[in-house]
């Protein structure tokens, strides 16, 4: 990230919870960087005797970035109506699965911006997915209040408006999200994925309809860079022999049982390289959404898994 975080002047400790709040706003690992960048260029820009009169830097600084974050996400809106497919947020790994701890680059080199970024709940593509569907306001306010703790009256400061009126932003938004929340612990929903990449790997079309909801929901992000559906793919019969399908056509595919923003998912890579990472929403012992991510331009956190034994 350049020279962002590495002065002596308060703001070197802000860099890795600047990259958290800007991930949850945005789902966008580059975006959330770029962001975060922005906010420290425009910290060095003040004359010293301005960032001196700043009692507390990060909180200029988190302030700052949400602003940023604010202006991407009402801009965002269009972009999306322009991407190609679905859009999805970029999923994260967990470094920590992969031989070295998480937050450090074995190269030598800096650290990876997804390796900062804690993964929660919060994180969850299932919780992201649900972000996205709030107006940009909504996911400022839940996202700085219920997730970081900010009081309303810096969020206030953030979107320009009332402590009052963001309070009830965060209210609406806490909505959405309680509807969401699955029930399903970290390991019920591994034992789950452990079974569909079994069935997935036999081509089993009956045991993955045995897996998936009938109502079930598949999505794909390809970002027009590679194959994926445009459209989800509905019901559990039909997400089966979709899924074979594709195993069919990629003889040689590998299925690894991975943490995808926290949560038991599946990877699937080819002659060492990430082709998908796929996420799962499980209810009732059985897959009620899978969200497929096959954009290579968001799967870059990902490229040290071929490098990884399995």
């Not at 509807?179 to 990449?197: D, E, F, I, L, M």
Request: hydrophobic residues 40%.
């Amino acid at each position: 990230m350049g020279t962002a975080g590495t002065g002596t002047d308060g703001t070197a400790g802000e860099q890795r919870q600047l990259i958290n709040v800007a991930y949850r706003l945005l789902g966008s690992v580059t975006e959330a960087e770029d962001a975060v960048q922005d906010a420290y260029a425009r910290w060095y820009a003040l004359p010293r005797s301005r960032q001196q009169e700043i009692l507390s830097p990060g909180a200029w600084l988190t302030t700052v970035t949400s602003r940023i974050c604010l202006d991407l996400l009402g801009s965002a809106r269009s972009r999306r109506e322009r991407y190609v497919g679905a859009w999805l947020p970029e999923p994260l790994p967990d470094r920590t699965e992969w031989g070295h701890a998480g937050g450090t680059n074995p190269t030598g080199g800096p650290a990876d911006p997804a390796d900062q970024i804690v993964l929660d709940e919060s994180v969850s593509v299932a919780f992201l997915v649900v972000l996205e569907s709030m107006t940009p306001a909504e996911r400022v306010a839940f996202v700085l209040h219920d997730v970081f703790r900010y009081p309303f009256a810096e969020i206030a400061d953030v979107l320009g408006r009332t402590p009052a009126a963001c309070k009830q932003l965060a209210a609406s938004a806490r909505r959405r999200v309680s509807v969401a929340r699955s029930p399903v612990t970290a390991t019920g929903q591994a034992h789950v994925v452990r079974q569909v990449k079994e069935a997935w790997e036999s081509k089993d079309i009956a045991a993955l309809v045995r897996l998936l909801n009938p109502s079930a929901v598949m999505t794909a992000d390809g970002g027009g860079r590679t194959g994926a559906v445009l459209r989800p793919v509905e019901g559990g019969t039909r997400i089966a022999q979709y899924m074979v399908a594709i195993a069919d056509k990629a003889p040689g595919l590998e299925l690894l049982e991975r943490s995808v923003n926290g949560m038991p998912g599946l990877v699937a890579r080819r002659a060492g390289v990430v082709m998908t990472v796929a996420s799962f929403d499980v209810r009732d012992g059985r897959v009620t959404r899978i969200w497929a991510v096959r954009n290579p331009e968001k799967l870059r956190p990902w490229a040290r898994e071929g490098t990884e034994s399995a």
